[in-house]
């Protein structure tokens, strides 16, 4: 599986980005899905995920919860990362992610591909 993440940019804080993850090779739909980001100088933290099966349920770390939101279009072979309410510390690059099980994780290790990732910079 290829995933090319995009859509990142500069944005002022309050604004609101839409990052895109295509996926080429095989089909999404056996794998659950997931972000991370990376800011400089720190590790790589969960953002969110989505499973498989069970409707489509997401995941999401308590600093951007109710803010950014999750989905998936199996036809596209697409992930979305729907950014709202941009903070500064919101900066990062963003990576999106794929695993070989229906469920999701939290950590970095359980994930099996990786896309490129895309710059995201919110201006205070």
């Known amino acids: 599986v290829q995933l090319q993440a995009s859509g990142g940019g500069l944005v002022q804080a309050g604004g609101s980005l ?4 295509a996926a080429s090779g ?20 969960f953002v969110a995920a989505i499973r498989v099966r069970g409707g489509g349920v997401t995941y999401y770390a308590d600093s951007v919860k109710g803010r950014f ?4 279009d199996n036809a596209k072979n697409t992930l979305y990362l729907q950014m709202n ?7 990062a ?15 970095v290790r359980d994930y ?3 896309g490129q990732g895309t710059q995201v910079t919110v201006s205070s």
């Open 18 to 21: 839409r990052l895109s993850c």
């Open 26 to 45: 095989r089909s999404l739909s056996s794998y659950a899905m997931g972000w991370f980001r990376q800011a400089p100088g720190k590790e790589r933290e």
């Open 69 to 72: 939101t999750i989905s998936r």
């Open 85 to 91: 309410s941009l903070k500064p510390e919101d900066t």
């Open 93 to 107: 690059v963003y990576y999106c992610t794929a695993r070989t099980s229906y469920g999701v994780s939290y950590y």
């Open 112 to 114: 099996d591909y990786w």
